[in-house]
Nanobody, 125 residues
Framework: QVQLVESGGGSVQTGGSLRLSCAVR????????MGWFRRAPGKEREAVAY????????IHTDPVKGRFKISRDNAKNILYLQMNNLKPEDTALYFCAASRSHSICTLDAARYDDWGQGTQVTVSS
């Protein structure tokens, strides 16, 4: 059974930093695209970033570009999201996801097969 378990969320003030982790159990994701998504209160889920299987290619969406960085450690089967200069609008439930059945990385959530339960990030002004 594949499990994705996020951690690292919390409450910070504007300008603070957090590092989210996503540990994958039951499956080796070394050949898969992985991504981070978030859902803010009252809003639809949105993509944050994705990373290619070897970490050699990443995409970050405009709202987080220059502040967040996605990375991965395939030896440990862990995905990361370093979040710096956090803003109140970053407040959301953050999810990691793995795309096992698609070879091309994408920000389309429909192409991700496995999801974590989410970790809450709250940024106060």
């Amino acid at each position: 059974q594949v499990q994705l378990v996020e951690s690292g969320g919390g409450s910070v003030q504007t300008g603070g930093s957090l590092r989210l982790s996503c540990a994958v159990r039951g499956y080796n994701v070394a050949r898969d695209c992985m991504g981070w998504f978030r859902r803010a209160p009252g809003k639809e889920r949105e993509a944050v970033a994705y990373i290619a299987f070897d970490g050699g290619y990443t995409i970050h969406t405009d709202p987080v570009k220059g502040r967040f960085k996605i990375s991965r450690d395939n030896a440990k089967n862990i995905l990361y999201l370093q979040m710096n200069n956090l803003k109140p609008e970053d407040t959301a439930l953050y999810f990691c996801a793995a795309s096992r059945s698609h070879s091309i990385c994408t920000l389309d959530a429909a192409r991700y097969d496995d999801w974590g339960q989410g970790t809450q990030v709250t940024v106060s002004s």
